[in-house]
């Protein structure tokens, strides 16, 4: 019989009788589970190399093995567990997903007995298929399993129970490439040949795609004389853990389909890790280890860091690179509690006020955040922020604050009063805008409860919030001062500001225009804005609803510590 491949090759008389029901596994495999059946099938002999978790999996990838031996005995003991089953087949099967989730390779899954009967082994394969692993090999053996080298005559299924399991599993698998591999345990309990045969061949009838033949002599005599008595009716399968000096090239020429490295990188571990342990341990020391273990680079390479970098690029925001200034120069405790501590150090839940504010700013991706600091200097302290100081504080306003951090006023930039509080989206809607100076505003006109001590900075634009959530199309400031008649303020500006690198320009060109003027020392903030706008283009960006906090008054604090 003789059929025809896509690819115009003639099979049939070049497939060893053996390795009949394998030709389209001859093709480029699409899947892993074709990829898998090619190993097991070709003429050739193909390795496997055992892994025990993710890392090694990719580690046998790298070395270019074109399989993976997913072992019973190094998953279990890389959990500290013994190879009895102590692990429960959902916590195997949670193990096998990240090796499958580590490589390409095709993985055969060492399943022990199957982990019951023929009911468990339908559902154990059918959590494999869906999981990606490409076959499973199943022993001869009893639930809850021994390792086939410990002790004598272990004892062995019923064979016509075993096929059962054979069966169910074939029966039960979701892609028609799933190898199964039988393996026969018979001459490791000391059966004898001609019961290793008997079984091989019920267990191939039963239909597995392969018989793994086990052996735990030193030679490998007995494997070689069951290779010629089973004549390659289906492809066999070896471990030569214990025959280990036996030369491949005899593999090959006795017809073997497959070689497992069944333990060797789990061993290799064991040596490295307890030479590495021992050493720390003598040294007291890292010099002598260093150079002889992997490097941190080489971790991160080998778990695939570099693509998340790409993928961060793909798929995250672009940070905000703005710079902030928070201007904490003036000002007591709220109800002066405090006895001369300054406002922006006042408590907020456990946290001062100024640790909150610059809180925020960093979950907007703000990390270069300048405080400008006066009245109690002393006092105000926080980590990771640069403070500037106004040293004339008590004589001047907050346009010389500001011209304190001039340096800090070059890309985009926000600005900050010290005693504000605000969500996080009000930042972020300033930092989102087009524009190259923008002012938060609130338009509910509701900030501001009680007697305050400082009066509002209201604004006047040149529209009006048109009370709509859709209310998009830009407004733009016309003057902000304390002194306008509330009927006329289109809104409170809630002390921030935000500043294109051009708008940080302007704000510097500003600065400089006030100092030229003599007014630098007694300007607030709202004239050099007022300024500004009347000669280049300010945002309004109107907000509404309990979105920030002015921290005047002890009623203030009192909200502010219930705000968050
Ligand atoms: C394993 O690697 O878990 C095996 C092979 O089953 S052996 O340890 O030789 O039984
Ligand atoms: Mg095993």
């Known amino acids: 019989m003789s059929a025809s491949t896509p690819g115009g090759c003639i099979l049939g008389d070049v497939v060893p009788s053996g390795l009949r029901g394998f030709e389209s596994a001859l093709r480029p495999p699409a899947t892993r589970f074709a990829a898998l ?130 069966k169910a599993g074939k029966d039960s ?30 267990y191939h009838r039963a239909g597995a795609d392969a018989i793994l033949i086990h ?75 260093e150079g002889q273990v992997a490097s941190v680079k080489d971790i991160f390479r080998l778990v695939g860091n570099a693509e998340l970098e790409q993928a961060e690029k793909r798929y995250l925001p672009a940070r905000p690179t703005a710079a902030a200034i928070v201007l904490a120069a003036s000002g007591g405790d709220p109800g002066g509690s405090g006895a001369g501590r300054p406002k922006c150090m006042v408590d907020i839940r456990g946290r001062s006020l100024l640790a909150t504010l610059v809180g925020t700013l960093r979950e907007s991706g703000i990390r270069d955040i300048a405080v400008v600091r006066g009245y109690g200097r002393e006092a105000v302290r926080l980590g990771g922020v640069r ?88 407004a733009h400031l016309r003057r902000v001062a304390n002194d306008i008649p509330p009927e006329e303020a289109c809104g409170e500006w809630m002390g921030l500001a935000r500043f294109s690198a051009r708008g940080a320009g302007w704000l510097r060109e500003e600065i400089a225009a006030l100092e030229a003027e003599g007014l630098l020392e007694t300007a607030d903030l709202p004239l050099l804005l007022t300024r500004l706008a009347a000669r280049h283009p300010v945002q309004v960006l109107y907000f509404t609803g309990p979105c920030w906090l002015d921290v005047d008054t002890l009623g203030d604090l009192a909200e502010a510590r219930n705000f968050g």
């Open 37 to 166: 059946r090619r190993e097991i099938a070709s003429p050739s002999l193909s390795f496997l190399m055992e892994a025990h978790d993710g890392l090694s999996a990719k580690i046998v990838e790298e070395a270019g093995f074109r399989g993976i031996w997913a072992s019973g005995l190094t998953m279990s003991a890389a959990l500290g567990l013994r190879d009895s089953n102590e692990a429960s087949w959902t916590q195997v099967l949670d193990v096998l997903e990240y090796m499958a989730d580590a490589t390409t390779l095709p993985i055969l899954v060492d399943g022990d007995t199957g982990h019951g009967n023929f009911n468990n082994v339908r559902r154990f394969v059918r959590k494999l298929c869906e999981r990606g692993l490409a076959g499973v090999c199943l022993e001869d053996k009893l639930f809850p399993k021994t390792n086939s080298f410990i002790g004598e005559g272990q004892p062995l299924a019923d064979i016509e129970e075993f096929c059962g399991r054979i």
């Open 173 to 202: 698998q979701l892609d028609d490439d799933f190898v199964l591999v039988a393996r026969v345990e018979a001459l490791v309990s000391g059966l004898g040949m001609e019961e290793a045969l008997r079984r091989a061949e019920a």
């Open 215 to 289: 052996s735990k002599q030193s030679t490998a005599d007995e494997i070689f004389a069951f290779a010629r008595h089973w004549a390659n009716r289906a492809p066999l399968v070896i471990v030569p853990t214990m025959y280990y000096a036996t030369p491949t090239a005899l593999f090959r020429e006795a017809g073997i389909s497959t070689v497992i490295w069944a333990n060797h990188l789990l061993r290799a571990a064991i040596v490295a890790m307890r030479e590495t342990a021992a050493r720390i341990r003598r040294d007291e020391s890292l010099l002598r280890v």
């Open 387 to 474: 403070m500037v100081d106004n040293d004339r504080h008590a004589e001047t306003g907050e346009a010389w604050s500001l011209a304190c951090a001039r340096e800090a006023i070059r890309g985009e930039t926000v600005l900050a009063y010290g005693d504000v509080l605000f969500r996080r989206y009000v930042l972020d809607s300033l930092l989102a805008s087009g524009a190259d100076a923008v002012l938060a505003v609130d338009a509910s006109g509701g900030a501001r409860r009680g007697p305050s001590p400082s009066l509002p900075d209201l604004v006047v634009a040149d529209r009006r919030f048109s009370g709509h959530f859709l209310d998009d199309a830009p």
